[in-house]
Protein backbone atom coordinates (compact mmCIF):
# COMPACT_ATOMS: atom_id res chain seq x y z
CA UNK A 1 0.00 0.00 0.00
CA UNK A 2 0.81 3.65 -0.39
CA UNK A 3 2.84 5.48 2.28
CA UNK A 4 0.43 5.69 5.15
CA UNK A 5 0.61 8.29 8.14
CA UNK A 6 -1.32 7.71 11.11
CA UNK A 7 -3.40 9.92 13.00
CA UNK A 8 -2.56 7.90 16.52
CA UNK A 9 -1.87 4.66 14.72
CA UNK A 10 -5.30 5.16 12.66
CA UNK A 11 -5.47 6.02 9.27
CA UNK A 12 -7.71 8.86 7.76
CA UNK A 13 -10.84 7.13 6.66
CA UNK A 14 -14.61 8.08 5.97
CA UNK A 15 -16.87 5.11 4.77
CA UNK A 16 -18.85 7.18 2.29
CA UNK A 17 -20.35 4.08 -0.18
CA UNK A 18 -21.83 5.04 -3.35
CA UNK A 19 -25.34 3.06 -3.41
CA UNK A 20 -25.12 0.78 -6.47
CA UNK A 21 -28.46 0.84 -8.40
CA UNK A 22 -28.37 -1.47 -11.97
CA UNK A 23 -31.51 -0.67 -14.24
CA UNK A 24 -33.22 -4.10 -15.48
CA UNK A 25 -34.72 -5.12 -18.57
CA UNK A 26 -38.19 -6.12 -18.03
CA UNK A 27 -38.30 -10.08 -19.11
CA UNK A 28 -34.25 -10.49 -18.96
CA UNK A 29 -33.82 -13.89 -19.51
CA UNK A 30 -32.61 -15.99 -16.56
CA UNK A 31 -29.15 -16.14 -18.15
CA UNK A 32 -29.06 -12.41 -17.68
CA UNK A 33 -29.81 -12.10 -14.63
CA UNK A 34 -27.62 -14.86 -13.34
CA UNK A 35 -24.34 -13.33 -14.96
CA UNK A 36 -25.79 -10.36 -12.57
CA UNK A 37 -25.49 -11.93 -9.64
CA UNK A 38 -22.34 -13.82 -10.23
CA UNK A 39 -20.32 -10.32 -11.28
CA UNK A 40 -21.78 -8.13 -8.20
CA UNK A 41 -20.53 -11.03 -5.99
CA UNK A 42 -16.96 -10.76 -7.00
CA UNK A 43 -16.84 -6.88 -6.93
CA UNK A 44 -18.26 -7.19 -3.10
CA UNK A 45 -15.91 -9.88 -2.89
CA UNK A 46 -12.29 -9.64 -3.97
CA UNK A 47 -9.62 -11.96 -3.72
CA UNK A 48 -7.02 -11.05 -0.47
CA UNK A 49 -4.11 -11.47 -2.64
CA UNK A 50 -2.88 -9.38 -5.60
CA UNK A 51 -1.34 -11.44 -8.61
CA UNK A 52 2.20 -10.49 -9.49
CA UNK A 53 0.86 -10.83 -13.42
CA UNK A 54 0.53 -7.82 -15.54
CA UNK A 55 -2.70 -5.73 -14.88
CA UNK A 56 -5.51 -6.72 -17.50
CA UNK A 57 -7.33 -5.32 -20.18
CA UNK A 58 -10.51 -3.80 -20.31
CA UNK A 59 -11.57 -1.06 -21.62
CA UNK A 60 -10.10 2.35 -23.19
CA UNK A 61 -9.78 5.58 -21.21
CA UNK A 62 -9.58 8.75 -23.23
CA UNK A 63 -9.60 11.99 -22.23
CA UNK A 64 -12.94 13.83 -21.86
CA UNK A 65 -13.77 16.78 -25.13
CA UNK A 66 -13.48 19.28 -21.97
CA UNK A 67 -10.30 18.30 -21.38
CA UNK A 68 -8.73 21.44 -18.69
CA UNK A 69 -5.75 22.57 -21.26
CA UNK A 70 -2.18 22.76 -20.27
CA UNK A 71 -1.48 26.46 -19.01
CA UNK A 72 1.00 28.19 -21.05
CA UNK A 73 1.55 30.52 -17.53
CA UNK A 74 4.92 30.17 -15.94
CA UNK A 75 5.35 31.31 -12.24
CA UNK A 76 6.69 34.64 -11.73
CA UNK A 77 9.96 35.26 -9.60
CA UNK A 78 7.85 35.53 -6.61
CA UNK A 79 7.25 32.36 -6.45
CA UNK A 80 10.29 30.80 -6.02
CA UNK A 81 10.59 28.67 -3.09
CA UNK A 82 12.65 30.81 -0.27
CA UNK A 83 15.34 27.29 -0.04
CA UNK A 84 16.19 24.90 -2.27
CA UNK A 85 13.80 22.19 -1.94
CA UNK A 86 17.14 19.28 -1.12
CA UNK A 87 17.52 20.92 2.39
CA UNK A 88 13.72 20.90 3.47
CA UNK A 89 13.74 21.07 7.38
CA UNK A 90 9.86 20.56 7.39
CA UNK A 91 6.73 19.49 9.76
CA UNK A 92 3.24 18.32 9.41
CA UNK A 93 0.08 20.11 10.69
CA UNK A 94 -3.42 18.80 10.10
CA UNK A 95 -5.94 20.67 8.17
CA UNK A 96 -7.54 22.05 11.00
CA UNK A 97 -4.92 23.80 12.30
CA UNK A 98 -4.80 26.19 9.46
CA UNK A 99 -7.99 27.93 10.46
CA UNK A 100 -6.96 29.73 13.29
CA UNK A 101 -5.12 32.61 12.57
CA UNK A 102 -3.39 33.51 15.98
CA UNK A 103 -2.52 29.71 16.81
CA UNK A 104 -1.13 29.39 13.63
CA UNK A 105 1.11 32.41 13.16
CA UNK A 106 2.68 31.72 16.38
CA UNK A 107 3.45 28.11 15.36
CA UNK A 108 4.62 29.75 12.44
CA UNK A 109 7.53 32.25 14.53
CA UNK A 110 8.08 29.46 16.47
CA UNK A 111 9.25 27.32 14.36
CA UNK A 112 11.49 29.49 12.18
CA UNK A 113 12.99 30.41 15.37
CA UNK A 114 13.81 26.50 16.07
CA UNK A 115 15.39 26.22 12.00
CA UNK A 116 12.39 25.31 10.01
CA UNK A 117 12.07 26.62 6.88
CA UNK A 118 9.11 24.26 5.63
CA UNK A 119 5.71 23.33 6.92
CA UNK A 120 4.00 20.27 5.31
CA UNK A 121 -0.31 20.30 5.13
CA UNK A 122 -3.19 18.15 3.47
CA UNK A 123 -5.03 19.44 0.84
CA UNK A 124 -6.01 16.38 -0.73
CA UNK A 125 -6.04 13.33 1.61
CA UNK A 126 -6.55 9.35 0.37
CA UNK A 127 -10.24 9.16 0.85
CA UNK A 128 -10.26 11.88 -1.99
CA UNK A 129 -11.32 15.09 0.14
CA UNK A 130 -10.44 18.33 -0.72
CA UNK A 131 -10.00 20.73 1.84
CA UNK A 132 -9.78 23.95 -0.90
CA UNK A 133 -12.26 24.44 -3.42
CA UNK A 134 -10.61 23.98 -6.87
CA UNK A 135 -11.96 25.62 -9.50
CA UNK A 136 -10.77 22.79 -12.01
CA UNK A 137 -13.37 21.46 -14.03
CA UNK A 138 -13.22 17.54 -12.97
CA UNK A 139 -13.25 18.81 -9.13
CA UNK A 140 -16.18 20.34 -9.64
CA UNK A 141 -18.02 16.96 -11.09
CA UNK A 142 -16.31 15.12 -8.00
CA UNK A 143 -17.38 17.87 -5.71
CA UNK A 144 -16.07 16.55 -2.92
CA UNK A 145 -15.09 19.14 -1.13
CA UNK A 146 -14.63 18.94 2.99
CA UNK A 147 -17.21 21.49 5.16
CA UNK A 148 -14.95 23.83 5.83
CA UNK A 149 -12.95 23.99 2.47
CA UNK A 150 -10.34 26.80 1.82
CA UNK A 151 -11.61 28.96 -1.23
CA UNK A 152 -8.76 29.31 -3.62
CA UNK A 153 -8.10 33.30 -2.11
CA UNK A 154 -8.19 31.66 1.04
CA UNK A 155 -5.59 29.51 0.10
CA UNK A 156 -3.08 32.11 -1.53
CA UNK A 157 -3.44 34.13 1.84
CA UNK A 158 -2.34 31.18 3.32
CA UNK A 159 0.48 30.37 1.02
CA UNK A 160 1.21 34.19 1.78
CA UNK A 161 1.15 33.95 5.26
CA UNK A 162 3.34 30.96 5.50
CA UNK A 163 5.98 32.95 3.64
CA UNK A 164 5.97 36.04 5.12
CA UNK A 165 6.89 34.12 8.32
CA UNK A 166 10.14 33.08 6.97
CA UNK A 167 8.83 29.29 5.61
CA UNK A 168 7.69 27.81 2.37
CA UNK A 169 4.20 26.21 1.92
CA UNK A 170 4.22 22.55 0.91
CA UNK A 171 0.86 21.38 0.32
CA UNK A 172 0.45 17.38 0.03
CA UNK A 173 -1.76 15.57 -2.43
CA UNK A 174 -2.81 11.84 -2.67
CA UNK A 175 -3.08 10.85 -6.39
CA UNK A 176 -4.74 7.48 -7.31
CA UNK A 177 -5.51 6.25 -3.38
CA UNK A 178 -8.99 8.74 -3.70
CA UNK A 179 -12.26 6.71 -3.22
CA UNK A 180 -13.94 9.96 -4.12
CA UNK A 181 -13.18 10.38 -7.58
CA UNK A 182 -13.09 7.21 -8.56
CA UNK A 183 -16.83 6.68 -8.17
CA UNK A 184 -17.82 10.13 -10.20
CA UNK A 185 -15.12 9.96 -12.97
CA UNK A 186 -15.52 6.57 -15.27
CA UNK A 187 -12.93 7.32 -17.35
CA UNK A 188 -10.15 8.15 -14.78
CA UNK A 189 -10.40 5.18 -12.56
CA UNK A 190 -10.08 1.22 -11.83
CA UNK A 191 -13.11 -0.93 -13.77
CA UNK A 192 -14.59 -4.24 -12.61
CA UNK A 193 -13.28 -6.92 -15.75
CA UNK A 194 -17.46 -8.07 -15.68
CA UNK A 195 -18.56 -4.23 -16.81
CA UNK A 196 -16.25 -0.80 -17.59
CA UNK A 197 -19.18 0.67 -16.51
CA UNK A 198 -18.83 -0.57 -12.99
CA UNK A 199 -16.92 0.51 -9.95
CA UNK A 200 -13.61 -1.85 -9.01
CA UNK A 201 -13.34 -1.79 -5.06
CA UNK A 202 -10.20 -3.47 -3.48
CA UNK A 203 -12.26 -4.74 -0.68
CA UNK A 204 -15.75 -5.45 -0.14
CA UNK A 205 -17.70 -1.64 0.19
CA UNK A 206 -19.06 -2.35 3.46
CA UNK A 207 -15.91 -4.03 4.83
CA UNK A 208 -14.38 -0.14 4.07
CA UNK A 209 -13.20 -1.33 0.55
CA UNK A 210 -12.35 1.52 -1.40
CA UNK A 211 -12.24 2.68 -5.07
CA UNK A 212 -9.02 3.91 -6.29
CA UNK A 213 -8.27 5.94 -9.69
CA UNK A 214 -6.30 3.81 -12.46
CA UNK A 215 -3.00 4.62 -12.57
CA UNK A 216 -2.98 3.98 -15.92
CA UNK A 217 -5.18 6.76 -17.01
CA UNK A 218 -4.28 9.85 -18.73
CA UNK A 219 -7.55 11.34 -17.16
CA UNK A 220 -6.69 10.42 -13.43
CA UNK A 221 -2.92 11.90 -13.91
CA UNK A 222 -4.49 15.15 -15.06
CA UNK A 223 -7.18 15.40 -12.14
CA UNK A 224 -3.90 15.41 -10.09
CA UNK A 225 -1.23 17.40 -11.94
CA UNK A 226 -4.02 20.27 -12.52
CA UNK A 227 -4.73 20.30 -8.55
CA UNK A 228 -1.57 20.94 -7.99
CA UNK A 229 -0.77 23.44 -11.10
CA UNK A 230 -3.64 25.60 -9.30
CA UNK A 231 -1.58 25.52 -5.75
CA UNK A 232 1.40 26.41 -7.89
CA UNK A 233 -0.30 29.56 -9.13
CA UNK A 234 -2.01 30.58 -5.56
CA UNK A 235 1.87 30.27 -4.56
CA UNK A 236 3.33 26.22 -3.06
CA UNK A 237 6.84 26.15 -3.17
CA UNK A 238 6.49 22.52 -3.79
CA UNK A 239 3.81 19.56 -4.72
CA UNK A 240 4.38 16.53 -2.25
CA UNK A 241 2.65 13.29 -3.60
CA UNK A 242 1.75 10.46 -1.88
CA UNK A 243 -0.37 7.28 -2.64
CA UNK A 244 1.54 7.05 -6.23
CA UNK A 245 1.06 3.11 -6.51
CA UNK A 246 -1.08 0.46 -7.26
CA UNK A 247 -3.20 -1.34 -5.10
CA UNK A 248 -2.15 -3.96 -2.72
CA UNK A 249 -4.37 -6.26 -4.62
CA UNK A 250 -6.13 -6.22 -7.94
CA UNK A 251 -8.31 -8.89 -8.70
CA UNK A 252 -10.84 -8.31 -10.91
CA UNK A 253 -9.60 -5.15 -11.61
CA UNK A 254 -9.55 -3.38 -15.25
CA UNK A 255 -6.89 -1.01 -16.06
CA UNK A 256 -8.22 -0.21 -19.61
CA UNK A 257 -6.97 -1.04 -22.62
CA UNK A 258 -4.80 2.07 -23.65
CA UNK A 259 -1.36 1.38 -24.78
CA UNK A 260 -0.39 2.58 -20.95
CA UNK A 261 -1.40 -0.27 -20.05
CA UNK A 262 1.83 -2.20 -22.05
CA UNK A 263 4.21 -0.15 -19.40
CA UNK A 264 5.26 -1.68 -16.15
CA UNK A 265 3.88 -0.61 -12.90
CA UNK A 266 7.15 1.46 -12.31
CA UNK A 267 7.38 2.75 -15.86
CA UNK A 268 3.68 4.29 -15.36
CA UNK A 269 4.33 5.59 -11.96
CA UNK A 270 7.75 7.33 -13.92
CA UNK A 271 5.92 8.56 -16.80
CA UNK A 272 3.05 10.14 -14.26
CA UNK A 273 6.18 11.60 -12.24
CA UNK A 274 7.81 13.05 -14.92
CA UNK A 275 4.58 14.56 -16.42
CA UNK A 276 3.99 16.65 -13.20
CA UNK A 277 7.30 17.57 -13.45
CA UNK A 278 7.16 18.63 -16.95
CA UNK A 279 3.75 20.79 -16.49
CA UNK A 280 4.86 21.97 -13.23
CA UNK A 281 7.81 23.91 -14.10
CA UNK A 282 11.54 23.83 -12.23
CA UNK A 283 10.13 26.71 -9.85
CA UNK A 284 7.46 24.09 -8.39
CA UNK A 285 9.52 20.91 -7.57
CA UNK A 286 7.61 17.61 -7.01
CA UNK A 287 8.03 15.50 -3.64
CA UNK A 288 7.09 11.58 -3.52
CA UNK A 289 6.58 9.88 -0.47
CA UNK A 290 6.22 6.30 0.02
CA UNK A 291 7.08 3.77 2.08
CA UNK A 292 10.39 3.13 4.09
CA UNK A 293 10.35 -0.65 2.82
CA UNK A 294 10.09 0.51 -0.96
CA UNK A 295 12.89 2.96 -0.25
CA UNK A 296 14.72 0.28 0.92
CA UNK A 297 13.98 -2.04 -2.06
CA UNK A 298 11.59 -4.45 0.03
CA UNK A 299 7.87 -4.56 -0.27
CA UNK A 300 7.61 -2.89 -3.58
CA UNK A 301 5.18 -4.64 -5.48
CA UNK A 302 2.37 -1.76 -5.45
CA UNK A 303 5.29 0.36 -7.18
CA UNK A 304 6.73 -2.02 -9.14
CA UNK A 305 10.41 -0.82 -8.20
CA UNK A 306 11.70 0.78 -5.72
CA UNK A 307 9.90 4.59 -6.13
CA UNK A 308 13.31 6.13 -5.66
CA UNK A 309 13.89 5.30 -8.85
CA UNK A 310 10.83 7.13 -10.25
CA UNK A 311 12.95 10.35 -10.91
CA UNK A 312 10.95 13.19 -8.37
CA UNK A 313 12.57 16.14 -7.21
CA UNK A 314 13.06 14.70 -3.95
CA UNK A 315 11.95 11.09 -2.25
CA UNK A 316 10.20 11.51 1.36
CA UNK A 317 10.39 7.94 2.54
CA UNK A 318 7.90 7.52 5.90
CA UNK A 319 10.74 6.53 8.81
CA UNK A 320 7.67 5.82 11.23
CA UNK A 321 10.11 3.87 13.51
CA UNK A 322 7.65 3.23 16.37
CA UNK A 323 5.37 1.51 13.76
CA UNK A 324 8.20 -0.97 13.06
CA UNK A 325 10.52 -4.28 14.77
CA UNK A 326 12.41 -3.92 17.94
CA UNK A 327 15.40 -5.14 15.60
CA UNK A 328 15.65 -3.92 12.14
CA UNK A 329 18.58 -5.52 9.83
CA UNK A 330 19.34 -2.73 7.56
CA UNK A 331 21.90 -4.16 5.08
CA UNK A 332 24.77 -5.73 6.83
CA UNK A 333 23.96 -4.01 10.10
CA UNK A 334 21.72 -5.31 13.00
CA UNK A 335 20.09 -2.07 15.16
CA UNK A 336 18.30 -1.98 18.28
CA UNK A 337 15.15 -0.05 17.34
CA UNK A 338 14.70 1.74 20.63
CA UNK A 339 13.36 5.16 21.83
CA UNK A 340 17.09 5.74 23.38
CA UNK A 341 18.63 4.39 20.34
CA UNK A 342 16.60 6.59 17.71
CA UNK A 343 19.90 8.30 16.37
CA UNK A 344 21.57 5.06 15.43
CA UNK A 345 18.57 3.40 14.07
CA UNK A 346 17.67 6.16 11.79
CA UNK A 347 21.18 7.06 10.76
CA UNK A 348 21.59 3.39 9.42
CA UNK A 349 18.04 3.40 7.71
CA UNK A 350 18.52 6.90 5.93
CA UNK A 351 21.79 5.86 5.04
CA UNK A 352 21.05 2.58 3.44
CA UNK A 353 18.87 4.65 1.21
CA UNK A 354 20.75 7.26 0.60
CA UNK A 355 23.35 4.64 -0.42
CA UNK A 356 20.09 3.07 -3.62
CA UNK A 357 20.47 6.75 -4.51
CA UNK A 358 24.06 7.26 -4.83
CA UNK A 359 24.50 4.07 -7.22
CA UNK A 360 21.55 5.98 -10.01
CA UNK A 361 22.35 8.12 -12.85
CA UNK A 362 23.02 11.57 -11.63
CA UNK A 363 20.30 13.36 -13.42
CA UNK A 364 17.71 11.03 -11.87
CA UNK A 365 19.12 11.17 -8.36
CA UNK A 366 16.29 12.76 -6.06
CA UNK A 367 17.28 14.44 -2.72
CA UNK A 368 16.24 12.60 0.36
CA UNK A 369 13.95 14.25 2.30
CA UNK A 370 12.28 11.02 5.11
CA UNK A 371 9.22 11.92 7.02
CA UNK A 372 10.50 11.34 10.71
CA UNK A 373 8.41 10.07 13.73
CA UNK A 374 7.03 13.01 15.99
CA UNK A 375 4.83 11.49 18.15
CA UNK A 376 5.00 8.88 21.24
CA UNK A 377 8.82 10.37 21.71
CA UNK A 378 10.17 12.65 24.02
CA UNK A 379 11.23 16.47 22.50
CA UNK A 380 14.75 14.99 22.83
CA UNK A 381 14.47 11.38 21.43
CA UNK A 382 12.53 13.42 18.21
CA UNK A 383 15.77 15.66 18.37
CA UNK A 384 17.75 12.47 18.19
CA UNK A 385 16.07 11.24 15.27
CA UNK A 386 16.66 14.79 13.45
CA UNK A 387 20.57 14.32 14.09
CA UNK A 388 20.61 11.13 12.70
CA UNK A 389 18.84 11.76 9.68
CA UNK A 390 21.51 14.61 8.63
CA UNK A 391 24.30 11.94 9.73
CA UNK A 392 23.03 9.07 7.61
CA UNK A 393 22.67 11.64 4.68
CA UNK A 394 19.61 13.14 4.36
CA UNK A 395 19.11 16.84 2.42
CA UNK A 396 16.77 17.26 5.11
CA UNK A 397 13.35 15.92 7.28
CA UNK A 398 9.74 16.50 7.64
CA UNK A 399 8.49 15.94 10.97
CA UNK A 400 5.02 14.29 11.37
CA UNK A 401 2.67 14.37 14.46
CA UNK A 402 -1.16 14.03 13.54
CA UNK A 403 -1.74 16.59 16.01
CA UNK A 404 0.57 19.19 14.51
CA UNK A 405 2.28 19.86 18.31
CA UNK A 406 5.81 20.29 18.73
CA UNK A 407 8.25 21.22 21.36
CA UNK A 408 10.25 24.18 19.28
CA UNK A 409 12.04 25.42 21.87
CA UNK A 410 13.66 21.62 22.36
CA UNK A 411 13.97 20.67 18.91
CA UNK A 412 15.80 23.74 18.20
CA UNK A 413 18.36 23.17 20.40
Same mark, same amino acid.
Given at each position: MGMKLHRNRRVFRSRNLLPRILAWVVGAAAIIALGFFGAKYFTEHPVDT $???SAPSESVTNSLPADTTPESDDTPSVDDIPLVPVGTVQAFYLPHSALGNADTLNTTLTDAVLAGFNSVVFDLKDENGTLYFRSDTTR #? @? @?VNSFA !?? !?LSVAEVKALFTTIREAGLQPIPRLYTFKDNAAARV? !??ARIAHQSDPSWVWYDA?? $?NGGKAWLNPYADEAHLYVIDLAKELRDAGAAAILLDGVQFPAQTSSAS???SANVNLGRDEILTAFIEKARTLLGNTCPVMLCCTANSALGTNTVVYGNNP? #?? !?? *?AAAPALLTGEMKST? *???TETVQNTPDNLKATVQALVNQMALRIKVMTADQQPTLTPWLQAYDYTPTQIKDAMDGCVAGGADGFILYNPQGSYDFATLGE
Open positions: $APD #T @Q @Q !AD !AL !AGDP $AFGSL #TF !AP *TI *TVG
